[in-house]
């Protein structure tokens, strides 16, 4: 690990983040929701069908879609602790680097679907996902800045 305690508090935030964010995912399987109360989805849905009650035909495409989620989230969220405890903490610049464009990439993308479909809402977890990655990639980014990619 890197010498300097910034550098090593940060990255053990991040893999604290990763296993949090995983546990929470986890949670979601089993209550099929982003909150315990429900309150994202009838947001997204007020903004999507203009109610925040789905049909009985509508939920059960809306649980295999949200299965579908959770199981891609929990798939990147293994990738990333790896990429975190075996590249970032050993200072690899392209970890770093795959960090930052998926976090980018996953900004963007979710941007432009929420404003696509009209799910105003959504905007939550975006700004979620920009509070929980972006400061840490700032903090580590003197430690990889002068790093050949």
Known sequence: M??????????TY???LTVF????????TFTLSFDPFHSLE???LQDLIGSPIMSTETQSVFNFLFLL?????LVVLIFQYYLIVKALAK?????????????FLWIIGASLIT???GAN???????????????????????FSDKKA
């Open 91 to 103: 200072v690899e610049r392209w970890a770093f680097d795959v960090l930052l464009i998926s976090s």
């Open 14 to 16: 991040m893999k604290w």
């Open 115 to 117: 404003l696509y479909t």
């Open 121 to 143: 809402y959504y905007f939550a977890s975006v700004g979620a996902m920009v509070l929980a990655m972006f400061p840490q990639l700032v903090i580590l980014w003197p430690f």
């Open 2 to 11: 890197h010498s300097n305690k910034r550098f090593n508090s940060t990255i």
């Open 69 to 73: 989620f959770c199981l891609i989230t």
């Open 42 to 44: 009838k947001l997204i």
């Open 21 to 28: 964010i995983g546990i929470f995912t986890l949670i979601s």
